[in-house]
């Protein structure tokens, strides 16, 4: 992902296409494509974080219903 957001790599693609279809849409330029999706940087950082989730759980044979892993997943996300 990194070398996707680095400015030489970008052309001009358009709006983020976040939220595109509510009244409250991002406001910035789209500087990548993921899976047919325009996204601004921030709203791509953000992305892959939940791509970096779903690995997560998916590496752990979705036991998402455990309590334990619910709580570290909910203490990850407050340092962010």
Not at 5 to 33: D, F, I, M, N, W
Request: proline content about 6%.
């Amino acid at each position: 992902m990194e070398e996707l957001l680095k400015p030489e790599a970008t052309t001009e693609l358009g709006p983020c296409q976040v939220r595109s279809e509510t009244e409250h849409p991002c406001p910035r330029p789209a500087v990548v494509e993921i899976w047919g999706m325009l996204f601004c940087e921030r709203c791509a950082r953000e992305q892959e974080a939940y791509f970096k989730i779903g690995a997560l759980t998916q590496a752990l044979g979705f036991i998402t219903a455990d309590r334990e892993l619910a709580g570290h997943i909910a203490q990850a996300g407050k340092r962010y």
